[in-house]
């Protein structure tokens, strides 16, 4: 099926771990996105990428780390959780003349 | 980079009601605006969007307008009904190339609440 998902849905991490978020999408957008999402904060960016192999800071990347060696996958690393990345995490994909489509959004809490 | 202040963080509408929510953004390069609605426990789903060259756009009873020369867009709802509870977000973005080209910028969210 055409979309873009992300798993897994729900997750919990102990702080320390790392934590990789996968997200998956089939329309071949160029750019792909992951967002967090707190209670007063709305949707604030963590990395975005453009293309294969091109991805950049967003408003909110420490602790993060992404990697895009394909058009259509997008994974978000935590490389050593910490309490406060507990959030929502949303992926989003879109092309130059298309909206922006989120994926399921994943619950992380780390304890 | 691109900064988006929109207002009110709540609103309370009584059905049949319109409802307005008004967004500003920072960067004069950014030239689409979309609307996404998003229910609890949901993802964001675009409801209607307006691009730079056009002032006003409407959808049944959804309608964005936009003032370029002030940096200011806005949502309006007519006939409220309950099924339009859930936080609206405004975004913007810009294209062209280079860094943070296509990235939307989202502002904090309004939480409607529509009472019967």
């Known amino acids: 099926d055409a979309g873009i998902t992300q798993s897994p849905r729900y997750k919990i991490t102990e702080t320390g771990r790392q934590v990789t978020l996968m997200c998956h999408q089939t329309w071949s957008h160029s750019y792909m996105f992951w967002y967090r999402q707190d209670l007063g904060h709305g949707l604030r960016l963590i990395y975005y990428s453009a293309a294969a192999d091109i991805t950049d800071k967003g408003e909110v990347p420490d602790g993060y780390v992404v990697s895009r060696s394909k058009t259509e996958n997008f994974p978000l690393t935590l490389e050593s959780a910490t309490r406060s990345q507990t959030s929502v995490y949303f992926c989003?994909?879109?092309?130059?003349?298309?909206?922006?489509?989120f994926g399921q959004g994943t619950r992380l809490t780390v304890v | 980079g691109e900064n988006v202040e929109q207002h009110p963080s709540t609103l309370s509408v009584q059905e049949g009601d319109s409802a307005v929510i008004k967004c500003t953004y920072s960067d004069s390069a950014s030239n689409y605006f979309p609307w996404y609605k998003q229910e609890l426990g949901k993802r964001p789903q675009l409801i209607i969007d307006?691009?730079?060259?056009?002032g006003e756009k409407k959808d049944q009873r959804i309608a964005v307008t936009l003032n370029k020369t002030a940096k200011h867009f806005s949502l309006h709802i007519t006939e409220t009904q309950p099924e339009d509870s859930a936080v609206y977000f405004c975004?913007?973005?810009?294209?062209?190339?280079?860094?943070?080209?296509?990235?939307?910028?989202f502002g904090k969210g309004t939480k409607l609440s529509v009472i019967p």
């Open positions: 989003a994909s879109r092309g130059p003349s298309t909206e922006a489509f």
């Open positions: 307006i691009r730079s060259n056009v």
């Open positions: 975004a913007a973005s810009r294209g062209g190339s280079g860094a943070g080209s296509y990235q939307l910028t």
